[in-house]
């Protein structure tokens, strides 16, 4: 597109090129204030290898984004500075022309940031992360695990209408409404759910996955800090979905080892009721419908 | 242009009026509260869970119901403790076994000593997973007191809520500590809600049923 000068009101200044060299000083003072002033508090931390492989994502998207949200807010403020129509004037507009060389560019450049995008995001889930699927649930086959897997702590998360528990196939089946890790440790997820679709989101873990009844969603975590990470519903689940959530911990392999052992010890009676440890379960809908 | 202002501006009217309505209703719905009775600097609260509602709207849902300070039976589950304190609960319970769901709620879990008592027996802190009919869960409390349900071929069972005691049921005793104030939410986690998908529908979705508050002031 571009405007015709108008001989009523004399050469119309060089809109494009103000509009570019504002829209360079925009970026280039707004690209660094992105990536060293506000992108370090971009979520979602730095409390496992999935959270530090995500922030580096969301700074990496966020500052490719700032060159495109400088030109739209330097576009608008131009036009509302430049373009504005004087008060009594209600003369048409110049005529607007399709130029082919601005669509070209257009198309050609938007195509390249978002398959280029496309291409960075599956890479990443794929190799980043030691291997882990950057704590995205991987279904029960998953694609990519990180290298020492088989020693991996197996943690089955269950979701039901509206609470999570936890098993712990690794230590007689256990459960518990408490999810404790051992810091440093890869930690392998079953999630599933007893009856409708959940999704354990461990936001400061970097792990989300959807909880579906039947299913066993695999996601991978290794947490290298030691403290306490928010467990939410991802996924609208009924009345109290809002409030499906708890507080896990992240502590060392002792504290961990004492703490299985009690909670193995406390719970042995119920853990005599439960049924085998099993990646998926069916409670009888029937019975209990 | 005055006719499309008035158009408009009627068309707006309408809309708010209906959203007013919306929230009047809703407000009308809701269960009134009822306090905890407070003696000695303890507190008691006395509930009842019940088969089947039998009143309007819903007399074929499950529900709990609580005993107001005057004693009288009140449809409602909000339920009002004082703060940093121990509230004694006891719990007529009406309603024929279910069973869970998730048998690790058949721990006890949350209460003073981690334990429930039934109809005056031992303090106990798991109860067999084919028995509770309801549960008494309060997540954010960290509370779980599985209820267990009569025998189904019991006699004199209640069908129109408040039950008294001359029926079959079951007397459930626990004991928990408050927090500090705040609104904290209960459910029974037992899939009870008979004809519903998974039995989680209806009264299991709908508070002054199966669905509270515990309001901590």
Known sequence: MSSQPSDSVGREPRHGRNIAVLWAIATVIMVPVMIWVIGPHIPPGDMSNDTKAQHVVNVVLATLAMPVLMLIWVFLAYAITHFRAKPGDTTDGPPLHSVARIQIIWIVTTSLLVLGLGAYGTIDLLTAAGDSGVGSGEGSNPLVKPADSK???????????????????????VETAHLVLPVNRDVEFHVTSLDVVHSFWAIELGVKADAVPGADNIAFVTADKTGSFQVRCDELCGLWHGHMNTTGNVVSDAKFNTWIAATVKKYAPVTAQLPKYSTVYYPQPVRNG | MRARLLGVLATLAVLIGFVVVYFIFILEEAPSAISAVVKNGQAYLTLQTVGAYGNHPYPDWVSYLGKD??????????????????????????????????NFLAAVRGTVGGTESVNGGAAVKYVNASLPAHTFTAPDLNINVPLPGINANAKNQCSVAPCSNSFAH????????????????????VPCALGFLYGFGGPMQTIGYMDGEIVVT
Request: hydrophobic share 35%; aromatic share 18%; charged share 10%.
């Open chain 1, 151 to 173: 020693n991996a702590l197996q943690v089955q998360v269950i979701g039901q209408q509206w609470l999570w528990t936890f098993r712990y196939p690794g230590y007689g089946g």
């Open chain 2, 170 to 189: 079951n007397t459930i005793t626990f004991s928990f500590r408050t927090p500090g104030p705040g609104d904290y939410r209960f459910q029974c986690i």
């Open chain 2, 69 to 102: 300070p005057e004693g009288n039976w009140v449809h409602t589950t909000y339920f009002k403790v004082p703060a940093h304190s121990v509230v004694h609960v006891t719990v007529y319970e009406f309603d024929t076994a279910t069973g869970l769901r998730n």
